[in-house]
């Protein structure tokens, strides 16, 4: 079934669109899959060798995978058959898990073979992730769309918050056991690409962009470049996702520095983490109800809140509620941005914007990070605190000064 005829039938509840439910459960298998390997691997290198140095290593290098790898990844998905590229992508990540697998049965698993699994599951997932909104374009009717981001945001968040816990138990019963089941679902989102049914390539009218115009690789660059809603969508997510990897650092600090105990620490990071999820879930009534502009002005203020509120001399509990607060509405903005990019954008080109904000989204995090422990050693941990809410503060005041989202929902 084509997109023009997914227009013109009746519409039916998203439980009943079998793409996408086995896109959906196949998404869900791969991120869970990949976060469970985010935290096998570290874990296997610190068991097999003791060494932080090189934990941090393999963690380094599928992080700098996902960010270097998702700007070509949305100009593959853009560009190349969508049909072969995504089960190779998942074949890539099934065979970063088998491999270390076999090497970890065998005792073999060395530190470049490690890094060079995570390298390989970084770069197969950035596909995957290039590939969402052009896919939702093809299986979901437009009157759905909406809908479908924010399970999209539920999903991501949740395997994010039941990932890193399940390979930790799963790591702790037997060092195989995470890669033999990061395997297992990475074949399941293989199965689930090779089972789509709808046309996977970019309609041959080029929705008003040129075919000159989309072949070229920098087009979604000079898109976002001459659109000043998506200017400034890229410019928040670089500085706000660079701005929350340091307040997750001092979430840490501040609850230490207040006496909390480890334990303490954790349930004050769970309650921050479910503050997201619960804003995901929170995603469809919210885009439902308020308007893109809303929305931002609104999350803007709340990191505001939030952060204001992690400066309260408090218990780790109160800490980790204000986290959470930051947090919350961050999801919604998620969608309606991407709601706005599948609206708007034409779809040859969709891939390549998508990933130029997931690129900035991740530019500035390790900056951030390093910038927040360094001035929390200098100064003490207030310092970064007010910092990082006084950049909160200017971005809120600039979302007044100058209305660049849109009105609509």
Not at 193 to 220: H, I, Q
Request: charged fraction near 10%.
């Amino acid at each position: 079934m084509t997109s023009d005829m997914c227009r013109t039938a009746p519409v039916r509840p998203l439980r009943r669109n079998r793409d996408y439910r086995v896109w959906w459960s196949g998404a869900v298998a791969s991120g869970l899959g990949s976060s469970v390997l985010g935290v096998a691997l570290p874990l296997l290198v610190l068991d097999t060798s003791g060494s932080a140095a090189r934990a941090g290593l393999v963690a380094g290098a599928a992080a700098m995978a996902k960010f270097a790898g998702s700007s070509p990844a949305g100009m593959l998905v853009d560009l190349c058959p969508r049909r072969p590229l995504l089960p190779l992508a998942s074949v890539v990540q099934l065979l970063a898990a088998a491999s270390v697998l076999l090497a970890e049965s065998s005792g073999r698993a060395g530190p470049g073979l490690l890094m060079a699994a995570a390298a390989a599951e970084g770069l197969g997932c950035s596909v995957h992730t290039a590939a969402e909104l052009p896919l939702l374009r093809r299986i979901v009717p437009g009157v759905q769309r909406r809908s479908a981001l924010s399970r999209e945001q539920a999903r991501k968040t949740t395997a994010q918050l039941v990932g890193p816990p399940l390979g930790g138990v799963l790591f702790a019963w037997s060092p195989v056991a995470p890669f033999l089941a990061a395997a297992v679902l990475f074949l399941g989102m293989t199965l689930a690409a090779l089972a789509l049914r709808v046309p996977l390539a970019s309609r041959a009218p080029d929705d008003g962009s040129g075919a000159a115009t989309r072949n070229r690789p920098l087009a979604g660059l000079r898109y976002v470049c001459d659109s000043p809603y998506l200017r400034h969508m890229v410019a928040w997510f670089a500085l706000v996702n660079g701005a929350f990897a340091g307040l997750a650092l001092l979430l840490v600090v501040l609850c230490h520095d207040r006496g909390a105990s480890a334990a303490e620490v954790g349930v004050a990071q769970g309650v921050g983490s479910a503050g997201a999820v619960l804003g995901a879930l929170a995603c469809e009534g919210l885009t439902a109800r308020m308007t893109d502009a809303q929305l931002l002005k609104a999350a803007s203020w709340a990191l505001v809140a939030g952060t204001a509120a992690m400066a309260v001399p408090a218990g780790a509990l109160f800490t980790g509620l204000a986290y959470a607060a930051a947090l919350f509405l961050t999801p919604a903005v998620n969608v309606s941005f991407m709601n706005h990019v599948v609206r708007t954008v034409p779809e040859s080109l969709t891939g390549r914007i998508s990933m130029t904000a997931m690129t900035a989204a991740r530019s500035l995090t390790w900056l951030f990070t390093l910038g927040t422990g360094a001035m929390a050693d200098w100064r003490g941990p207030p310092a970064p605190l007010l910092a990082l809410g006084g950049l909160f503060l200017l971005l809120a005041c600039a979302t007044h000064v100058r209305e660049v989202a849109p009105a609509g929902r």
